[in-house]
């Protein structure tokens, strides 16, 4: 498929107002370890293509946010 090929016309163009809210986000570090999995969950992760380390980090992040947020949610008297 070319560039020109692609319908861009269901996505609305980026205008000031949408850079004046935006913010650059650099993921921190990455540090190489081993991990144990189940052997079922493994396979579903590989089974479903290329990158499922990426998508294990994804699946961490999801919850160690969640978390994160649950907490401080809980430390304001919200939780």
Do not use: C
């Not at 991990?35 to 290329?50: E, P, S």
């Amino acid at each position: 498929m070319k560039d020109e090929d692609i319908d861009y016309s269901d996505i609305p163009e980026l205008d000031a107002a949408f850079f004046a809210t935006a913010r650059v986000v650099v993921p921190p570090g990455k540090k190489q370890v081993t991990v144990r999995l189940d052997k079922d969950v493994l396979a579903w992760l590989k089974a479903q293509g290329r990158g499922y380390q990426t998508r294990i980090n994804a699946i961490l992040r999801a919850y160690y946010e969640a978390q994160v947020s649950r907490s401080t949610r809980s430390r304001r008297g919200q939780g």
